[in-house]
């Protein structure tokens, strides 16, 4: 055993992928990165690159059943590079977890009882948390020997005050079915608000930031210095923005109406709002990269679905600037808002009363670093911050296994 071991391989596994890198804690090296795809498909992708050894990117595309069989497939191309799970180098595996109900606050080293725990979280979760306990099993299959630490969603919105986290319903109700909002992709609203205090060139304490993190899962948060006092996503993550397959916000009383009035059960509403809403719901696509070739076409269908989750988009901008009061600035991240400039430019369209603005031009230039898209005469700052929530769990992951 080597004395100090201070690698952490983080695995953030979603309804259809794991995404994975394997970092060393000592210097913050990336030593290995990637993500399987269309996990139980007939042709699911896995992409490797070997960062330590420099090696090319490996793609090979063959179908994997599940997750378990994901993660085996990572465990050998991770051991090709001589990197694998046996390494005596590895101090800890770190894992996403997306629901945590009210339980956990802070990351968490797994044992029985967490299982179990998340286990029970699973019809509130039911498209991520099976998926995190098969990254969890599998994990422990390989590495008994090794502690394993769960990160969650649901953390860094823990401080949100009861007036926004409450639903108006009944109280008792509410409680003894645990419903309340709960918020998801914490680690990347924690860590896109830092890192844009840091572009500001001020401590989080001192900043109110509305970070808007558009992935195929959405969700926006307001934090005010440094804490969560509102997030978009509720007690699932089928509340709030428009995403690439879920609705986000509806009027529960559509439920009501399918079930009584169209036939349909709860599993098939539940498939209706889960996975054939939002994006490819309203327009038959849920890639951000083909709505916009289609509108460029001319397509009606798509440049309605763009506007419909632009407008959403908006509602929670011009709301959680009331919610925080000041506002300092304004983080686009994730997928489609790292990469998607016509979002962005839409999204803030038509607020320079509010101090917001986008500069075309800075807004057109890509890269992967955190930068300012506002003109500097802006009194909020538009930003776009690139997300790392494997950084951020392998940070929260080596902090408590080396403490
Ligand atoms: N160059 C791009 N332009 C526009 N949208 C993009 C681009 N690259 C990725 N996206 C969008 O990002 C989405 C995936 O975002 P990501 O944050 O990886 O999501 P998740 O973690 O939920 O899988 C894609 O579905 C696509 O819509
Ligand atoms: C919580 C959630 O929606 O996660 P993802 O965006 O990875 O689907
Ligand atoms: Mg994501």
Redesign the pocket.
């Known amino acids: 055993m080597t004395a100090n071991p201070t690698r952490v391989l983080v695995l953030n596994s ?2 259809s992928s794991v995404k994975y890198q394997l970092l060393d804690m000592a210097d913050g090296a990336r030593l290995a990165v990637g993500l399987v795809e269309r996990i139980g498909e007939e042709t699911s992708r896995l992409a490797h690159t070997p960062l330590a050894t420099g090696g090319a990117k490996r793609e090979t595309e063959a179908p994997i059943a599940d997750h378990e069989a994901a993660l085996r497939a990572v465990a050998r191309e991770l051991a090709e590079d001589g990197l694998g799970l046996d390494s005596p180098e590895l101090a800890a595996i770190g894992h996403r977890v ?1 629901h945590g109900g009210l339980k956990f606050t802070e990351p968490t080293v797994i044992t029985e009882e967490v299982v179990a725990e998340i286990e029970r979280l699973v019809p509130v979760a039911p ?2 948390n099976p998926a995190n306990i098969t990254g969890i099993r599998t994990a422990q299959g390989l590495r008994p020997d090794l502690p394993q630490v769960a990160v969650f ?1 649901t953390a860094f919105h823990t401080t949100m005050p009861e007036s926004a986290a409450r639903y108006a319903i009944d109280v008792e109700t509410a409680d003894a079915h645990r419903i309340r909002r709960y918020g ?2 914490g680690t990347s609203h924690a860590y896109v608000s830092r890192e844009t205090a840091k572009l500001l060139g001020k401590d989080p304490s001192e900043v109110n930031v509305i970070v808007l993190h558009l ?3 959405a969700s926006a948060s307001a934090v005010r210095g440094g804490r969560c006092v509102d997030t978009s ?1 509720g007690l699932t ?1 089928l509340e709030g923005l428009v995403m690439g397959t879920r609705s986000g916000d509806i009027d529960p009383a559509v439920i009501l109406h399918l079930s009584r009035n169209a036939g349909m059960s709860t599993d098939e509403i539940d498939s209706l709002l889960n996975k054939k809403s939002g994006l490819i719901g309203l327009c038959g696509d849920n890639d951000m990269r083909e709505i916009r070739r289609r509108i460029d076409a001319g397509d009606e269908r798509a440049a309605l679905a763009f506007d419909i989750y632009v407008h959403r988009l908006k509602k929670y901008i011009g709301a959680y600037y009331a919610v925080l009061g000041k506002v300092d600035a304004i983080a686009f991240t994730a997928g489609v808002g790292e990469n998607a400039a016509p979002v962005r430019e839409a999204a803030v369209a038509g607020l320079a009363e509010l101090g917001l603005a986008v500069d075309a031009d800075l807004n057109a230039v890509r890269g992967d670093e955190p930068r300012l898209i506002s003109p500097a005469s802006a009194r909020v700052a538009v930003a776009v911050v690139p997300t790392d929530e494997e950084l951020e769990i392998a940070t929260q992951t080596y902090a408590l296994v080396s403490a």
């Open positions: 979603g309804s997306v498209l991520h969603d998801f992709h992935g195929n899962g996503m993550p």
